[in-house]
């Protein structure tokens, strides 16, 4: 057997499931029995099988994995409850091996394989769905990169209709449940669990499952990082359109009649609502500075 | 502490891994550490906190990069994006030599994120060495690659495996990492003296030693790195020193990982073993 064969004889083994016990399986996928096939290439000691020694590796790898999703989905395992999660897990990653050096990337694909097998996550799976879909921009919002921010003294050039860019770390969600309150309740409760006595804990418990039965309630979301943490910011429908709009390339104007297309809104008042809006997320550092200010100030 | 081509000709002393728990105590307080080997995967990232520690920790600190994932014995060519990034990295820290596992882990570009065993072939050690030559060319900083614990051992091999640690090293001209923790581990679970291990290796190869602690099952040992070292490793770590010098040495803690104080005496208990090993040259 050469070195790539053994490899994928392993391969395929470490990765396949385990039994619900948590042992490594009896056989194969295509039916033969693992004691043989791991005969095949693991030899036994004078303790453990051929057998027994893979199953090693095949344990590492699901404890790995698993714990990794957990960690990176804690929303979704308080929804759907620790067995299902697990269950759904499993599956996701039998479908989606990991195809990146780094664990981070583990759960890149979920939202897209969810929503090809929303099977996993009936009743509630717009809950759900939402729900990994923050969890992942919180993944990308922590170590995406930040470029120098626009400040309002930077010059904008002699451009009359700017484009402004987003950093690359503020992540725009529009969600159908208001998943941002139920991710923090779990947070507190996991925080506040080896600590709190069995009553506050139920009661923390209680706000969790009661947060995650809200009615659906549209939510516009930037989740964005300030001091290297991520927080989660509430906008309103016409800054989260404008906010899109620039994110999609188009000019400050061109934003500006996107977010209130169809709104009966006086001038005067646009230009006073937009000017707040570049108040405060300039001041959190969410804009680019542009690439021009950049270049004055390296031949400067 | 010993120089040589393979740690970049540097004269590093005890270090610990840099660990997020330790994060605030090492900003705030500022030890005196010589210093840390950072896991390269954690800050091949783009931004935010974990290049912002590593920045710091930067301008106060040596750090050496150790690499979970190059996995030099898998076959296939490395994966573009993983070299661009640690090229980026390797840039960023200025680590005077880099360190990744002799062992594989992934298949067609499928990752099982764990450290597996290779078989000890000669087909092995040449597809190795022909890897580990590749990804120091490209990143154009001295490799020495590290023995791993293992659990399992296969039929097809045709040498020990400090021989094929030997033939990968000197096929690829590349330093080692000795682990002997992992010797450690990896003699019980396979029944060979560690003492034998340690002997058979090209001694002036050793760029750099890892020292850990492991969890004793009931039929084997596992590298869980949660607990300190014991005296065996201690007894394998002075037979290293007596062959190739003193020599840059890490503790591993991952797990259940104690203060900062409690982490770094354990390693600074390397300096009495150091200290009688000058004595007796």
Do not use: T
């Given at each position: 057997m050469n070195l790539a064969e053994i490899q994928r004889r392993m391969y395929v083994a470490v990765v396949q499931p385990l039994t619900p016990g948590e042992h490594m399986q009896p056989r194969t996928r295509d039916g033969k029995s693992m004691h043989d096939a791991a005969a095949e290439f693991i030899k036994p000691n004078d303790r453990l099988s051929s057998f027994e020694r893979l199953e090693i590796y095949n344990r590492q790898y699901w404890f790995r994995v698993l714990g990794a999703l957990a960690e990176d989905f804690s929303g979704l395992r308080a929804i759907l409850g620790v067995r299902k999660f697990e269950v759904l897990c499993k599956a996701y990653l039998v479908d989606c091996p990991s195809e990146s050096f780094t664990l981070r990337n583990l759960g890149a694909r979920l939202e897209s394989w969810l929503l090809d097998h929303p099977q996993w996550i009936r009743p509630r799976a717009g809950l759900a769905l939402d729900m990994v879909r923050l969890e992942w921009a919180e993944i990308e919002a922590f170590d995406a990169a930040a470029e120098p921010a626009w400040a309002p003294r930077d010059a904008l050039g002699t451009d009359p209709d700017p484009q402004f860019r987003l950093q690359p770390y503020v992540q725009l969600l529009k969600l159908r449940y208001p998943v941002d309150d139920l991710l923090l309740a779990v947070r507190q409760e996991h925080s506040d669990g080896a600590m709190a006595s069995n009553a506050i804990s139920a009661r923390k418990r209680a706000r969790v499952r009661k947060a995650a039965r809200q009615k659906p309630q549209s939510v516009f979301l930037a989740v964005h990082r300030m001091d290297y943490s991520v927080y989660f910011k509430r906008l309103d429908a016409e800054a989260f359109a404008f906010l899109n709009s620039l994110r999609d390339g188009n000019s400050l104007s061109a934003a500006v009649i996107t977010a209130f297309a169809g709104r009966d809104v006086p001038e005067s008042k646009i230009l006073g609502t937009v000017q707040s809006w570049f108040e405060s997320w300039s001041t959190l550092g969410w804009f680019c500075r542009p690439q021009s200010v950049d270049a004055k100030s390296i031949s400067s | 502490m010993r120089a040589n081509r393979f740690n970049g000709f540097s004269d590093f002393g005890i270090g610990i891994g840099?660990?997020?728990?330790?994060?605030?105590?090492?900003?705030?307080?500022?030890?005196?550490?010589?210093?840390?080997?950072?896991?390269?995967?954690?800050?091949?990232?783009?931004?935010?906190?974990?290049?912002?520690?590593?920045?710091?920790?930067?301008?106060?600190?040596?750090?050496?990069?150790?690499?979970?994932?190059?996995?030099?014995?898998?076959?296939?060519?490395?994966?573009?994006?993983h070299l661009k990034r640690l090229k980026a990295l390797v840039k960023r820290t200025k680590t005077p030599w880099l360190t990744d596992h002799l062992c594989w882990g992934s298949v067609d570009g499928r990752y099982t994120h764990d450290l597996l065993p290779m078989p000890y072939t000669l087909e092995a050690a040449r597809v190795t060495a022909q890897k580990i030559r590749e990804v120091r060319d490209f990143l154009e900083v001295p490799i020495a690659v590290e023995n791993v614990s293992s659990y399992a051992e296969f039929h097809f091999s045709e040498m020990s495996e400090w021989e094929f640690l030997t033939e990968v090293v000197e096929s690829a001209d590349c330093g080692i990492l000795l682990d002997v923790n992992n010797i450690y581990v990896s003699s019980r679970n396979h029944n060979f003296n560690p003492h034998d291990y340690v002997a058979g290796i090209p001694a002036e190869r050793v760029a750099q030693i890892h020292i850990a602690g492991h969890s004793k099952f009931e039929k084997y040992i596992l590298d869980t790195h949660d607990h300190p070292v014991i005296d065996p490793v201690w007894k394998l770590y002075a037979h290293a020193l007596e062959l190739a010098g003193p020599t840059a040495t890490l503790l591993e803690w991952d797990d259940n990982i104690p203060s900062f104080e409690e982490v770094h005496n354990e390693a600074l208990k390397a300096n009495r073993f150091i200290a009688e090993m000058k004595v007796a040259s």
């Open positions: - | 840099l660990r997020v728990p330790h994060y605030q105590h090492i900003l705030s307080e500022k030890p005196v550490v010589d210093w840390f080997e950072i896991i390269s995967e954690n800050y091949m990232v783009d931004g935010g906190r974990p290049l912002h520690v590593l920045d710091q920790i930067l301008e106060q600190y040596r750090v050496v990069q150790h690499g979970v994932s190059m996995y030099f014995g898998s076959p296939e060519a490395p994966d573009w994006e």
